[in-house]
């Protein structure tokens, strides 16, 4: 085919997908689908300002019945499975945003349904895609820290706004208390245990290890938020690799304070850190033996000719160009079916180790054939040359 007929299924987080899209010369969206009227109006409107030609329509059956040969599946992560497989079976590709599934069950369903009808599958993890990682990865493929031992991330994001009102606007229960709404809902992140958000975190890490989990223990903090009674304050998991390693991630939804991501490698020779706020990476190889502190690396979310707009720093747009490239091409997904069960069972199985008060929880492997390695750096690709570093100044 020439061009690839891509429909999008939800226009909330899906209409960054539905420009990324539309901004593909390999790509022609021939429809959007949402049941709230203002997101289809949003919709239409951006498609009207750039002259496209495609529907905007309200059910994802009638979508459907336009034989697009991909669905992006952006809509209630609650629902992803079964709109996945829907779209499968009614023989389109599929690119899901996460978490992907909800439960055990569903990864196990995904993956069959993508099995049986040998349609490409690829979990739209954008985290994966940001620029840091590619040198982080460098640095680990050159022995730059010697034997990796262990990992960390952590996703802190306030989310107050957990219902929602019938024309899809979100507010937090104390707003809608203020305001007298008595017609608010949940959203259907409100009683999302937070530790099954960790794709962000554990995604990209899995890649710079080349690893899979095996094991999970988890700790959940107390429920003292108001804005969010259905899910507690924040979640801690520790996980061990295949490889023997160990993996830490924390993620609050709860906490009131500026939203960051952070990752921490440690090697024992050396290591290297990225934390949002400070926008660059910090670095300490096995080279520095006689340095005395970090090497600053200015990296960031986006490379150089990045088209940032495209959301996250760049990434969203690489997610979506991808995906397109993998299906015209016949070619394996870079995040895969089993590469994405690997990103998100970890964090269902945490869940269920938090209710059991920390009871450490054996992670199956679901692949077909046995874990051989990770094949997402062979498209993404990685860096030949460092930009020049500097010693580490703290602030102040």
Known sequence: MDKLKVGILGLGRGFTHLKNF?????????????????????????????????????EFDALLDLKPDAVVVASNGKLQVEHACQALEAGCHVLSEVP?????????????????????????????????????????????????????????????????????????????????????????????????YLTHDLGPLLELFDDRCVSVTCQSAPWRSTEAPLRPDGQIALFQTAKGNL???????????????????????????????????????????????????????????????????GADIKVAYHFTRAVLENKPAPIDIYRSIEYTLPGILATRSADLGGHPI????????????????DTLGLPETDPPGTPYCPPG
């Open 247 to 313: 993996i830490k991630i924390l993620v609050t939804l709860n906490t009131r304070r500026p939203s960051e991501h952070r990752y921490r490698i440690f090697g024992v020779e050396g290591g290297a850190e990225w934390f949002s706020y400070e926008k660059c990476c910090r670095r300490f190889t096995r080279d520095d033996e006689e340095k005395s502190g970090w090497e600053t690396i200015p990296i960031g979310l986006g490379s150089q000719g990045d088209d940032t707009s495209g959301g996250h720093g």
């Open 100 to 196: 992907g599934a909800y439960t055990e069950g569903e990864c196990i369903r995904l993956r069959d349904t993508v099995q049986r009808t040998g349609k490409t599958y690829m979990m739209g993890e954008n985290t994966c895609y940001w620029d840091f990682f590619r040198y982080i990865r460098k640095w680990i493929v050159e022995d730059r820290f010697g034997p990796l031992s262990m990992a960390e991330g952590e996703y802190v994001h306030c989310l107050p706004n957990t219902l929602f009102l019938p024309d899809s606007s979100r507010l937090s229960p104390s707003k809608a208390q203020r305001g007298g709404h008595t017609d608010a809902k949940p959203i259907w992140r409100a009683d999302q245990p937070p530790i099954q």
């Open 22 to 58: 539309l901004s593909l010369e390999e790509v022609e969206v021939i429809a959007a689908c949402d049941r709230f009227p203002l997101r289809r109006l949003r919709g239409q409107e951006h498609i009207a300002s750039i002259d496209a030609r495609t529907k905007v329509l309200e």
């Open 362 to 377: 054996a992670i199956p492997d679901l692949r077909r054939e046995a874990f051989s390695g990770t094949q997402f750096w």
